[in-house]
Structures are given as C-alpha cells and as structure tokens.
C-alpha cells in the first residue's frame, strides 16, 4: 500500500512541512481514534484544487484508523478513496470555514447513514486537511461515564487539530512500545489533579500499591513518579517515560491538552512492562551467562594444555615431546574461538576476529632472530556461528602451521621473503578461503586426499564430513608455492 507521504505528493501540492505535519497526526491517531469510538478518516484535498473555495473541490482519503474501544465502520481499508465535493459536502465546508462541522451523511461505500464530525487540520496557520470522525447515528442508548468523559478528551484534541495545536511538533513516543487507551487512561485537569480514572488505570495503580480513591489527588500524592507528568506540563509536549514501583513497571504517557490558556489537563496512558521488561533482562542475563560460559571454556582448556606441558616436560623422548606440543597448539588454537566468543554478544563471530590471532599465534610460534615469515590477511567472510567458528579455526591453524613447517625448510638463500596470505571471500554458495604461501611446493605427486599427515587428515574431516565442504590444493598462478583452497557451503554456515 502506498505511503501518507507518496499519496500526497502525488495528488496534492502540500509542502514538506504539512506533509510531516499528516504524518505527524497520523502517527499519533490510534488515541483519537480510541477516545472517539469511531473510525477516522483523513481527507486531502486533491491537487489543482488547493484553494478549495474556487470550487467543486475533490478529496483523496490518506488515512485511515479503526478504533480498539469498538467496531469499526468500515471493513476496508477507505486510504486512496477520492470523493467528490457533492459525496462529502461537509468535508469541503470544514475546509472552507475552517470550522468544526457535524453533520449526517449517507456513505455510498457502505450504503449506510454515517454520523460525521469534520475538524479542519490546521498548520502554520493554514487549513491543509480534514480529519473526519465517522461513527454510526448513536439510536437513543445514553452513554456510560467513561464513554462520555472519553467523547469530550477527543472534541478537546478536535479543537487543537483545528487550532494548529495538535499533532505536537516534537512528540518522544515511539508508537510501537507507546501505550494506548485501552491499557489503563486517567484524566488530569489543569492543577494536574486526577479528574477520571478508567477501570484498568485503577488496576494498574493497584498492581502499584495505589489503593486510595484517586480522585482530586495528584499522582505525586499518591506516592507514584509523576516527573513526566510535571514535565509534560511545563513544557506542553507529550513525555513518554518508565516509572518503577517496587516489582512493577509501568509505561506512562502523558499528553497535555491545550486550549487558549495553555496547559488545560492532560491524559496519561499507562501501560504495564513489568512481564516485557523482566523477559528482556532474563535474555540479557542469558547472554551473559552463555559468555561466561565460553570464558569458562577457555580456561579449562589452557588448563589443559598446561597440563600437557606440565607432562611433556617430564618425558625423555623427542618424539613424545613434539607430539603433545602440536596438541597443545591444536587445544590453543580452540580456546581462541571460546575466548573470541565470549566478547561477543551472540553466538555468531566475525571470520576476521578468529582470524587475526590465530595468525599471531603461529606468527610467533616460528618467528625467531634468523626466520621472518610474512603473514597477511585479505579480504572478509562475514560472520560464522559458533559451531563454525571453532572447525574453521583449527583447520586454518592447521594449514597455517603447515606453511611454517613445510613450506619454507631452507633459511637465507632466497631471493623474495616468505609469504603467506589468508584469502577470505563469499560467494552465492559459501565462504572461500585460500591459504597461499611462496615457499617450495608440495612434494611431487602429492595429493591432499591422500596425504597421512594428522595435520591434513584433521583438516580433512572438519571440513568434507563436518562441514560438507571441498578442499582443492593447487599451485599458485605467480610461481612456486602451494594455494590451499576450502570452500564451505552457505546451508553449514546458516544452520
Ligand atoms: N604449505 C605447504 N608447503 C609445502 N608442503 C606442504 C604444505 N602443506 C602441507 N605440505 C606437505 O603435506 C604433508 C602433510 O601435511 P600434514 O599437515 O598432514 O602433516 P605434517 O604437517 O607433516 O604433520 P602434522 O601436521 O601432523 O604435524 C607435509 O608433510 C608436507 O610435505
Ligand atoms: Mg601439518
């Protein structure tokens, strides 16, 4: 459906300014709307016809709002209707006069008589619309207190539609979280004194510990915050604020009305966010824990490790030795991704962020006085989940580690420095990461499926069984070295 704004630049000369100044009220409507027990619409007049009084005027409906309190008029949805001046005769006279008119019509649409209340909107001091209260001709039943109270806020707001002063220029509300009318209202006139409550306002001040005849009382007497409520009424504009009081949370809203004195009373809305609030800090507090989580991780597996130390210390052979040593780098290289986790605040990781100290770890593992190997990291993979993360990083410490031992074996008598990069990159089926090195290539007839080395088998099966993805190794096209290619589908990454 098409936007207030594209309907009126489109069938009408409004300026920007009038056109946020719809966007504004309509924003704000659903309260009209609810106070009024009826449909409203709001009519524009149509382009070429911007000086209604030169004559048969046509209107375009660009806003629509059914009521909560009842049951709305119209079934469909009225917004790009266009009527004539004959079809709408009190639209273009509100416009006209600039006056409030209430009146009768019959509404071809709906083949029914309609009760109308067109009130001109004004702004800047010009008549730019018409909003029209629509409702079915009330058949002798005498309202109720609240309906009645109700009925008298809207023809209050009417008159500052008409005046200019209603929608506010600046208004905090942020109309999702906003509450509305059926979530509880009271009434305050101009001493800021309660003049109504509606029945779940009362529930909600009794959730709060406000037992008391609320009547005649202002709401800082009966022991709540009422700073949005002074605020609100010493800067006539709406403020939106939580207030606390003891386990309950309530959303309140207060909305001065004004009339030619300024701060006449106001409506405060109020909404309990105890249960929405409570459900956001358990998930915060479980964020949290799955990060304690992964730091726990981390140092039980560094405990690890210097336990393995601890052991390779005590054994005499070599070949012990330099075996639990790789394991340690293996288990070093899977506390990373915990430790990286345990930054985040979700369970995804940036590729990049595992990445940089995986590198560092082999960079410093090898570099030493007479050995400098260059490491380089290109390009970007986005984000993997943890269940990604932690294969990724110990193939590519595998591969990266390879580099180190094999790629390189003689010192000195070469004429270009040692490379390696780490190539990310995604495409339409997954991620790409290329380890190259410019060192001697792997021995003839080497082939990575059926190299023994444990490095390459690990490497082998996080990626072909676990992650269902392909490993290519080929040489570089600029000369000797060794291109590691592994490429993960998106279904390993998403799931
Ligand atoms: N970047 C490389 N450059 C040259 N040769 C390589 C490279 N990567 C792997 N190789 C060759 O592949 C063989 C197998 O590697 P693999 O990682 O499986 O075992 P390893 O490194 O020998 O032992 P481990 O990884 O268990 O310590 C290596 O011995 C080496 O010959
Ligand atoms: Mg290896």
């Not at 990373?336 to 930054?343: C, F, M, N």
């Not at 294969?391 to 010192?411: G, I, K, R, Y």
Request: charged letters at 25%; a negative charge.
């Amino acid at each position: 459906m098409a936007s207030l704004a594209e309907i009126v630049r489109k069938q009408s000369r409004l300026t920007l300014a009038e056109i946020v100044h719809l966007q504004r009220l309509v924003a704000s409507w659903n309260m009209l709307a609810d106070f009024c027990f009826s449909d409203l619409l709001l009519f524009v007049p149509v382009s070429g016809l911007r000086d209604v009084s030169e004559g048969d005027g046509e209107f375009m409906v660009v806003g629509h709002v059914r009521p909560s309190t009842t049951q709305t008029l119209y079934r469909h949805d009225m917004i790009g209707e266009a009527v004539s001046d004959s079809e709408r005769p009190l639209v273009t006279r509100s416009m006209r006069l600039e006056e409030i008119i209430e009146g009768e019509i019959t509404v071809s649409a709906i083949r029914e008589r309609v009760r109308v209340l067109c009130i001109p909107v004004r702004h800047d001091g010009r008549t730019i619309a018409v909003l029209s209260r629509e409702s079915t001709p009330s058949v002798g039943r005498s309202p109720g207190e609240l309906e009645r109270t109700y009925v008298d806020i809207f023809n209050r707001f009417a008159r500052m539609i008409a005046s200019g002063d209603f929608p506010y220029p600046i208004d905090d509300s942020d109309s999702k979280e906003s509450p509305r009318v059926g979530d509880g209202a009271v009434v305050l006139d101009r001493a800021m004194c309660v003049e109504y409550a509606s029945p779940n306002a009362v529930s909600a001040l009794h959730r709060m510990g406000v037992h008391a005849n609320t009547e005649g009382m202002r709401l800082g007497e009966l022991g709540l915050d009422d700073e949005p409520v002074v605020d609100a009424f010493t800067v006539a504009k709406p403020v939106t604020q939580e207030v606390e009081r003891g386990e309950v949370i309530i959303l309140l809203r207060c909305i001065p009305m004004l009339d030619s004195q300024g701060v006449s009373g106001a409506v405060v809305l109020f909404r309990d966010v105890t249960e929405v609030r409570q459900r956001d800090r358990l998930l915060l507090s479980k964020d949290a824990t799955i990060r304690e989580i992964h730091h726990r991780v981390k140092n039980n597996l560094q405990t690890i490790s210097s336990l393995l130390q601890l052991q390779a210390r005590r054994t005499g052979s070599d070949d012990a030795k330099s075996a639990i040593a790789e394991s340690v780098r293996r288990i070093q290289s899977i506390a990373l991704v915990h430790e990286t986790l345990s930054r985040e605040a979700g369970e995804d990781v940036a590729f990049t962020d595992i990445l940089r100290p995986l590198v560092q770890m082999v960079a410093e593992a090898v570099s030493s006085p007479d050995r400098h190997i260059e490491f380089e990291v290109v390009g970007d993979a986005g984000t993997l989940p943890a269940q990604v993360a932690t294969p990724m990083a110990v193939v590519l410490a595998e591969l990266l580690q390879n580099t180190a031992d094999h790629a390189f074996p003689s010192e000195g008598d070469r004429d270009r420095p040692d490379q390696v990069r780490v190539e990310l990159a995604v495409d339409d089926a997954g991620i790409v990461v290329r380890v190259i090195d410019n060192g001697v290539g792997v021995p003839d007839g080497f082939s990575i499926e059926e190299a023994e080395g444990l490095g390459l088998s690990i490497v082998r099966a996080l990626v072909m069984s676990d992650l269902g993805g392909t490993i290519g190794l080929f040489e570089p096209a600029d000369g000797p070295g060794t291109v590691v290619e592994l490429r993960v589908p998106i279904d390993a990454i998403a799931s």
